[in-house]
């Protein structure tokens, strides 16, 4: 097939290189020729270009641009693309965006695949990325059986496991197990930095060890993943940080009332209830 | 030397190890006989005994027991020993012990050595578990010079790196890096696990990735290790929660609000800030 991928960084990079090993032709386009010109001689797309118009031959286009960039692109896309061009983006937020786009092009199925490292950037793309990773549909009753099944065989093909939900759904549970784990390791660091006995402060920088390196690793990650997420998932995420301040509250009043049955349950049950999330038991 | 260690679990069983390929004599004790007999047939000490009266030669003791035995070993110890041994113990809070310990014995020194593995037990401990990791000690101006020396000269042989610090400073940094990510990350699980709509807990189980992961794996370990945190070290958690709350709050109302330029501010900080402890540069 051909198949075109705008936005050439990590995500959309490293789909290119596993697609076209599979035999597909694929087409980039980037904000910059310069990467635009590192794609096609690192051999990762077949042709690139910083303007849209590449893509008018291409029958599934990827949209891998930041979120806020991805409603704005399919809207300069439109005058370039045929009605059955399936068009599928990478957001790692869903309702915003199939609310605005389902009323720009019929031919839209929202995606998000659960995959990432520490890097960015067409040098951090790499081959088997998906590999076993979850890959969140969004279709909706609109959406044709016909263009559905070739999307998933695309994704399929990068061996990631589809999950189909509701856009809704996927963006609060995203809050819960992304979004909101950002913003509370954000705090730990945020409380640990406003010390004000400079002994304590200096002492725990010293002997902190691997609990507060896991705890703290998300929130001190790259700000503007975090900014993004409390833009544009704000909602689900306050709801999320509610909950958790409630379950704070009952933890800080278990210690203070020195309920130790409780608090021995309440640990017990944190301690059996992580297995019961997927990537734990791996 | 000869020397006693009293706990022949992951931290006692590996400094016996260490002590023992150094040339010491180690004398163990243990609660359990089984444990006594494993530690001589494994060539972890030269001998071991469930009665304390086996120290009575010991030049230096470590009592490497559960926080709330600590007291009551040294107490049933003291008949057996002569007036210059040195005690000291690896418990994680430090202010309750020394405080106690202090009138109980006046060659008492406490410690707290920063490592620990995922497992417990006799069959947990290794060789080389204390290199390069952080040994808290807190001497006390009764603390005479001859005896800190000769503790601090066998901490440094097991390659550990020897911090001096102020029981009530140890305890609060410990409260700020160990004890309240455990308390907080126990709290993201609850939070999770008290998802009401089923089909975005359920999806939540599948999709959760490293992110989840790692800021969750200190609230879903061992319920035992921080009962004993939040019981012994109590009045400095629920500090570090208080102020915690606070950090929390702050985050919660910059996303109320919608101040984005205040929020890419605060995660700019903590992605900088992260950097100035030690173990997050490793």
Chains 1, 2 share one sequence.
Not at 113 to 128: E, R, V
Not at 202 to 219: E, M, P, Q
Not at 231 to 241: E, P, V
Request: glycine share 8%; aromatic share 4%; proline share 3%.
């Amino acid at each position: 097939m051909i198949i075109g991928i705008i936005g050439l960084g990590l995500i959309g990079g490293s789909l290119a290189i596993d697609l076209r090993s599979l035999g597909h032709k694929i087409l980039g386009v980037s904000r910059k020729q310069t990467t635009c010109e590192q794609a096609i001689a690192r051999g990762i797309v077949d042709d690139a270009s910083t303007d849209l118009k590449i893509l008018s031959s291409a029958e599934v286009i990827f949209i891998c641009t930041p979120i806020e960039a991805i409603a704005p692109t399919i809207q300069q896309l439109i005058p370039y693309i045929s009605t059955d061009t399936i068009l599928t983006d990478v957001g790692s937020v869903k309702k915003p965006i199939v609310d605005v786009v389902a009323g720009l092009w019929d031919n839209f199925i929202g995606g998000h695949p659960m995959a990432g490292t520490a890097d960015s950037g067409l040098d951090a793309a790499l081959s088997n990325l998906f590999v076993d990773r979850c890959w969140c549909i969004t279709p909706t009753n609109n959406t044709q059986e016909i263009y559905l099944n070739i999307l998933t065989n695309i994704i399929t093909s990068v061996q990631a496991k589809i999950i189909f939900c509701q856009p809704q759904e996927h963006d609060q549970a995203v809050a819960l197990i992304s979004h909101l784990p950002v913003m509370i390791s954000s705090s730990l660091i945020a409380t640990c930095l406003a010390e004000n006995d400079l002994n304590v402060l200096n002492l725990a920088k010293i002997i902190a060890s691997s609990g507060f390196k896991d705890t703290s690793r998300v929130g001190g990650g790259n700000p503007e993943l975090g900014l993004m997420m409390a833009k544009y998932n704000r909602q689900a995420l306050l709801t999320s940080l509610y909950q958790y301040q409630e379950q704070l509250n009952a933890i800080v009043n278990i210690i203070e009332t020195e309920n130790w049955s409780k608090l021995n349950e309440r640990l017990t049950m944190t301690n059996q209830g992580r297995t019961e999330f997927t990537i734990c038991q791996q």
